[in-house]
Structure formats: structure tokens, C-alpha cells
């Protein structure tokens, strides 16, 4: 049973555009969340994290949203670069155990 | 900071050898390391969670026997795959969660093994 869901396999954007990248989890419990960049043949790159606590998270050109009454978090990316087309993972745990993974979005940016 | 080494990061082999990979978190201690495997187009699937010290947590449908771990000190934990057959190929992640800090933190990953099993 996927807790964790990313239902778009792929994203295409215009460089300098914004880049929304969505998850969804299912299991209330979840009070910890993060995103990864992966490149292929490498492991996944720690991005940008949100507790449960607060609804919105930003680093730079990242920002993480959490809506906990959707289930729902969300990353944006602006200005969208060309080194940032990679595969973005979200994850989800409760109380920073286990971690669950969502199946990832590739996202391409375009120049 | 916050660095984790695996090695090696392909292997090749002939079916029926045994194949250890390593995973070292660099500059911080981990208690806790992860086995994760991915195939193609799917997510990282957690295979075990290993414990400094300790037995490891293996998941549902995860052989213990077939795929050991070790995790013998703060900073390295290894898994053998046991007599490794062509269907065990995959790419094999580890991460490390730094034992320092407060609160929620994120696991570090390394950068994969490739295993290819002949």
C-alpha cells in the first residue's frame, strides 16, 4: 500500500517559469516531511524538509508546502533552472522512523 | 557535511557469489542506517533498517537470510547479498540518519550500488 503518492511520473517546464512538483500521503501520522533531488546512477540528494508544525518552508529558490487537511505537500522551484531537471522524491515519516518514499516526478527544464 | 560513502558502486558477478556492500557515514555517527532497493522506474523500497549494535529491522517479504546486515559500528554497516542470482540485480541504496541534533532529521543517502548478477 503506496502512503506516499506522486501521481505525475513527469514535468516539463520553460526555464526561468515556476516548477510545481505534488505528493499526497495518506497516513495521518506523518508529522515530518521532505523532498530529494536524484540524479541517475545516484542517491538521492537531500532538498528542503517541513514538520507538521508549519505549512510553509523555504530555502533559496525552494519552497515546501504542506496543507495537512488535504494530505497534501507540495514543492516549488523558482526561477526553474536546467540543473534542476532531475527525479524529486517526497517522503514522509512519523516521528523521523521509517521514511516512505512516493515513486518520484522527473522533472526536465527545458532552456 | 552530512557525507555517506557506499562502496562499491557496481558490481558485476557471476550467480551463486556472495556480494558485501558498504556504507559509511563520513564526517557524523549514525545509530541508524537503511537498506533501500530501486528498480526501474519505482520507488526506493526499504529493505531493513539497521541498528548500531543490534539486529536489523528487515520489512515484510525482505529474506534475512538472503540479504544480511551488519552494522558494527557508528559510522559503517554492510549488506551481504547471499548467493546472489539474476533476479537479486538491482540498485541498491543505503542511508544514515545522524545520531546528533534534535528533533526530525533527514536521512542521508550514499550514491547507490549497481549489482548485476550473471
Known amino acids: 500500500d503506496q502512503q506516499v503518492k506522486q501521481n505525475s511520473p513527469s514535468l516539463s517546464v520553460q526555464e526561468g517559469r515556476i516548477s510545481i512538483l505534488n505528493c499526497d500521503y495518506t497516513?495521518?501520522?506523518?508529522?515530518?516531511f521532505l523532498w530529494y533531488k536524484k540524479y541517475p546512477a545516484e542517491g538521492p540528494t537531500f532538498l528542503i524538509s517541513?514538520?507538521?508544525?508549519?505549512d510553509k518552508n523555504e530555502d533559496g529558490r525552494f519552497t515546501v508546502f504542506l496543507n495537512k487537511s488535504a494530505k497534501h505537500l507540495s514543492l516549488h522551484i523558482v526561477p526553474s533552472q536546467p540543473g534542476d531537471s532531475a527525479v524529486y522524491f517526497c517522503?514522509?515519516?512519523?516521528?523521523?522512523?521509517?521514511?516512505?518514499f512516493g515513486t518520484g516526478t522527473s522533472l526536465t527544464v527545458i532552456p | 557535511g552530512a557525507v555517506v560513502s557506499q562502496h562499491p558502486s557496481w558490481v558485476i558477478c557471476k550467480s551463486g557469489t556472495s556480494v558485501k556492500i558498504e556504507c559509511r557515514s563520513l564526517?557524523?555517527?549514525?545509530?541508524?542506517m537503511f537498506w533501500y532497493r530501486q528498480f526501474p522506474k519505482q520507488s526506493l523500497m526499504l529493505m531493513a533498517t539497521s541498528n548500531e549494535g543490534s539486529k536489523a529491522t528487515y520489512e515484510q517479504g525482505v529474506e534475512k537470510d538472503k540479504f544480511l546486515i551488519n552494522h558494527a559500528s557508528l559510522t559503517l554497516s554492510t549488506l551481504t547479498v547471499t548467493s546472489a542470482h539474476p533476479e537479486d540485480s538491482s540498485f541498491y541504496i543505503c542511508s544514515a540518519k545522524p545520531t546528533w541534533g534534535y528533533g526530525n532529521q533527514p536521512q542521508h543517502f550514499g550514491d547507490g550500488t549497481r549489482l548485476s548478477i550473471l
Open positions: 564526517d557524523f555517527q549514525a545509530t541508524t
Open positions: 517522503a514522509a515519516s512519523a516521528s523521523g522512523n521509517q521514511f516512505y
Open positions: 517541513i514538520s507538521s508544525i508549519k
Open positions: 497516513n495521518s501520522m506523518f508529522d515530518y
